[in-house]
């Protein structure tokens, strides 16, 4: 078990937490080379193989350090992927199977309006108001699974990409399609198939399947909006949603390399990380945008559950339909900003099965094909196009130097919000944005002047932080150790509506059981963990 802290901005209080865990915890090894610098004094700690309820306790007695400030437990837990894939299967299979009453592939392309708005942004080059010509390329960063060989998503920069899962070759962040069926949320390929709307082109399938799944299509197909993009994969996860993830790392690369100004993010982490949170501001602090998805499928919720896109600092897009409203299962709340198609998409779809040969072996063997799919995943990389045409055509240097730090991430979501066509009838906008994706609207539109720098003070954040956690260090950790048993309760449970407040005490460490008994009565016990469960659905 792994364990990421957050030391004292102050160089001195650092030093001394770092000799105190050393001398506390002096069976445990440092990862010194995980720290994130740019961002806080973080820095990671390797546990051994210790029970959770252990890895609480250390938790725990790591908060009372002078000089810590915050804790994270890197959570691993080997039934993640069934708190939405066995419990909402049977749902999304339905969705994914509604006939063949599709629209046209490429609907979305014209919805947008995106290749009028490529068709202008070249004409305005020629005449001197732009600097897209159709030939120049722009850097975008896809956090995600990872990319793979299937022929319509052929053009990943995989030179410049990595890999930070642990266990896998950093130079090579090549998905190895975990969980590619039964198909709906987890499936690797998640990379590709996001990154098949961005900059899929006409391909032969040559690895098909010969006895393919009746919700798989194998004709060739063209998908991608916008193939200018330079797209570089960074491999944080095995799959789309998670309890924890690499987003931190990954950002403090991109960060540090200075020379990739968009990000597209369609992978969610289920829990708040504070070297997330961090790495976000950093990174839109130095102008870097980050499109983030909402999340869809669970249920049709009003507000935002998923990091990154529950930070204010991202610009998060929900799914939108062909007929121009937001699709009923994709996440709304006050933290999107706009929606844009995101129902009814044609991706490319890489998986693998298991076949036996000779008579006592197995052979896991990949495919490639396109599938119907649904989802915010698909609604962000279309918005990161339409921010990359976007900066092409205005330049990329210009527009940092003009709207310097977080004003550049300001100055965007405040033209794709005004500039965004209108729903298809009474739709609340402060649930699923100003509207829908526009992009020759967004072309045309007249840059904003530039204001004074607005920028986040993290170190000032971590400095009131450490204020707050030490007037109530113990409850802190409890309280963050309920959030966990709470979710992981979920993954046992199938029914939304059944009482958790038993599995809870039932799996908690004896430092939570003796917190909440002396806090709580047990049916305030009940009402606490139920207020955790109506958080995270949103209720």
């Known amino acids: ?47 051994g193989n210790v029970s959770d309820t252990d890895t609480w306790r250390i938790t725990d ?28 299967f049977t ?32 004409n305005e080059a020629k005449t001197g108001h732009g600097h897209f010509d159709g030939t120049n390329r722009i850097k975008v960063a896809q956090l995600d699974t990872g990319y793979t060989r299937h022929p319509e998503v052929k053009n990943f920069n995989i030179r410049e990409g990595h890999n930070f899962l642990e266990k896998e070759n950093p130079k090579d962040p090549k998905d190895k399609l975990n969980s590619t069926r039964p198909f709906p949320i987890f499936w690797g390929g998640h990379g590709t ?31 991608g909006v916008f193939p200018n993009i330079d797209l570089i994969p960074y491999r944080i996860s095995r799959s789309i949603i998670s309890f924890t993830n690499k987003m931190a790392k990954a950002l403090d690369m991109i960060i540090d390399r200075g020379d990739i100004p968009i990000v597209s993010m369609s992978h969610a982490s289920l829990i708040a990380k504070r070297s997330h949170r961090l790495a976000v501001q950093e990174a839109v602090n130095k102008g870097i945008v980050i499109v983030a998805a909402p999340g869809s499928h669970i249920r049709s919720f009003k507000r935002v559950f998923t990091y990154p896109a529950k930070y204010p600092e991202t610009i998060a897009t929900a799914a939108s339909t062909v007929d121009k409203v937001p699709w009923k299962l994709t996440h709304g709340g006050k933290e999107v900003d706009l929606c844009a198609p995101g129902f009814q998409i044609l991706i490319p779809f890489p998986y693998t099965k298991t076949k036996r040969f000779l008579l006592f072996f197995r052979r896991k063997r990949e495919y490639h094909a396109y599938k ?21 055509h205005h330049g990329v240097d210009k527009l940092r130097t003009r709207y310097p730090g977080a004003e550049l991430t300001e100055t965007l979501r405040k033209l794709l919000t005004y500039t965004s066509q209108p729903f298809n009838g009474e739709v609340d906008t402060n649930v699923y944005g100003a509207g829908i994706l526009h992009v020759k609207n967004l072309i045309q539109a007249s840059l904003p002047e530039g204001k004074q720098q607005i920028s986040i003070d993290t170190n000032q954040q971590i400095f009131n932080l450490s204020k707050k956690i030490k007037e109530r260090q113990t409850v802190f950790s409890r309280e963050k150790e309920l959030m966990h048993k709470t979710l992981l309760a979920k993954i046992y449970t199938e029914d939304k509506n059944e009482d958790l407040s038993e599995y809870v005490m039932d799996t908690a460490s004896e430092a939570l059981k003796s917190h909440l008994k002396k806090s709580y009565s047990s049916e305030n016990i009940k009402s606490r963990v139920k207020q955790y469960v109506n958080e995270w659905y949103g209720q």
């Open 1 to 47: 078990m792994r364990l990421e802290i957050l030391l004292d901005t102050d160089l001195a209080a650092c030093d001394q937490a770092r000799k105190e865990i050393e001398k506390e915890f002096n069976t445990i090894n440092y990862i010194q080379e995980k720290d994130y610098p740019r961002f806080g004094n973080f820095i990671e700690i390797e546990t």
């Open 61 to 88: 007695q790591l908060m009372q350090v002078p000089g810590v400030i915050d804790v994270d437990p890197d959570i691993h837990h080997e039934n993640e992927e069934a708190l939405i894939s066995n419990q909402f």
């Open 91 to 122: 749902e999304n299979k339905q969705l994914n199977s509604l006939g063949t009453a599709y629209p046209p592939p490429d609907w979305y392309h014209h919805d947008i309006f995106f290749p009028e708005a490529i068709a202008l942004a070249i």
């Open 193 to 223: 198939s996001c990154a098949g709307v961005m900059i899929g082109t006409k391909a032969r399938i040559s690895l098909r399947d010969p006895e393919p799944e009746d919700d798989l299509v194998m004709e060739d197909r063209v998908n």
């Open 372 to 392: 119907w799919s649904e989802g915010s995943s698909f609604s962000v990389p279309l918005t990161a196009c339409a921010a990359s045409l976007w900066m092409l």
